[in-house]
């Protein structure tokens, strides 16, 4: 908690981002943005020409000194652990490249010997420095600041291990899912039965939320999502919410489609990218579901100004009601600084307006976090 909050008596960070989450009524929106921490910053740039991306990852004090950096450079309200979503794969027993282009993966997972090879882990030694990396965070934040986890959505690590890179479309992955679709089932749930427990150790080591990225969800149908996501996704939720109230982020793109889909997955919050319309989905789900997004990152290569636009514009989509301010995605490389923490300012000085009418009378949340 900044000085300012311990002399006005505004609530901690944590807590903010804690009601926001639950739908619950919030002084002012919490802020913080996807990739964060990264090669927009001076500081990251600095560190990582010293330290390879996976010895960054793999290094307790160095993930979390750059999961810190953009809270003492922007002073988000929440900080994410500097990992990356094929860290699994790995503890899986797929050896994993990351290259200035993107992931690479050589030994692809396509066949039946291949699905079955994977292996389950022991998050605490396999994955033993990511969270040495959250419980670092922890300390040095104190009780105040939310530290968020996560981790791939089985349908878009399964991408990676069919693809074996990123490419527009994953066309082997698609081609497998139509030949072989019992096979890719079977592959989703391996990589289901990994996730969750990997994720139940990031919130034991202290992590406030975690968050499922399922990135190339949106590539699917709504029957394809139905039949292959979402039923891996929402298992990875059920064995959370069993042992924890910790929140559950879904953060899924080019998804509108899928939606109504999405909210069924048991997710405490669904972020999502620009093209959703933040208004229409809370007149859809009410105070079931929080919202985190979605603006453009693009913008944040525009002028202040717009920046400042463009966040008011986002909450008043919202009222602030049930909403985390975020990206549509990730910073790009190229922002300025200056714009990012614009976008931070903006967020956590906009003033809230009354709840939408809609909203009165909608229906209660479903979770119980």
Request: charged share 20%; with cysteine; glycine share 6%.
């Amino acid at each position: 908690m900044s000085i300012l909050e311990r002399a006005t008596g505004s609530p901690s960070r944590k807590d903010l981002f804690l009601r926001a989450a639950r739908c619950e009524p919030v002084e002012r929106v919490p802020v913080w943005m996807m990739r964060q921490a990264g090669r927009f910053l001076p500081e990251y740039r600095a560190l990582r020409r010293q330290h390879g991306f996976l010895e960054s990852c793999k290094t307790p004090e160095l993930a979390a000194e750059i999961s810190l950096q953009p809270f003492r450079v922007l002073g988000v309200d929440a900080v994410i652990l500097f990992s990356d979503i094929l860290i699994l794969a790995e503890a899986m027993g797929v050896p994993i490249e990351i290259a200035d282009a993107g992931p690479i993966i050589q030994q692809t997972v396509r066949t039946e010997a291949q699905v079955k090879a994977l292996h389950s882990f022991d998050p605490e030694v396999d994955t033993a420095f990511s969270m040495a990396a959250i419980r670092r965070l922890v300390r040095e934040l104190g009780p105040d600041v939310p530290v968020l986890g996560f981790a791939a959505a089985p349908w878009t690590l399964a991408c990676y291990l069919i693809e074996g890179h990123n490419e527009l479309g994953f066309p082997s992955a698609k081609a497998m899912r139509i030949a072989e679709p019992a096979l890719v089932r079977a592959l989703l749930d391996k990589i289901a039965r990994a996730t969750a427990p990997y994720l139940r150790a990031q919130i034991a080591a202290g992590a406030t939320a975690v968050q499922l990225f399922d990135t190339w969800a949106g590539d699917l149908s709504l029957a394809e999502y139905r039949e292959f996501a979402l039923p891996a996704t929402q298992w990875i939720i059920e064995e959370l919410s069993a042992t924890s109230d910790a929140p559950v982020i879904l953060f899924t793109k080019a998804s509108n489609h899928l939606l109504d889909a999405i909210a069924e997955s048991g997710a405490t919050v669904l972020s999502v990218d620009a093209r959703a319309d933040l208004a229409d989905l809370q007149r859809r789900f009410g105070t079931r579901i929080a919202l985190q997004g979605n603006v453009d990152p693009n913008i944040l290569l525009e002028s202040e100004p717009a920046i400042r636009t463009a966040v008011a514009q986002a909450i008043a989509k919202t009222g602030g009601v049930g909403h985390i301010l975020n990206l549509g995605h990730g910073v790009l490389p190229q922002t300025p600084v200056e714009h990012t923490r614009t976008f931070v300012h903006a967020g956590q000085s906009t003033p809230l307006r009354a709840a939408a009418p809609a909203l009165r009378n909608a229906p209660p949340a479903a979770h119980s976090v």
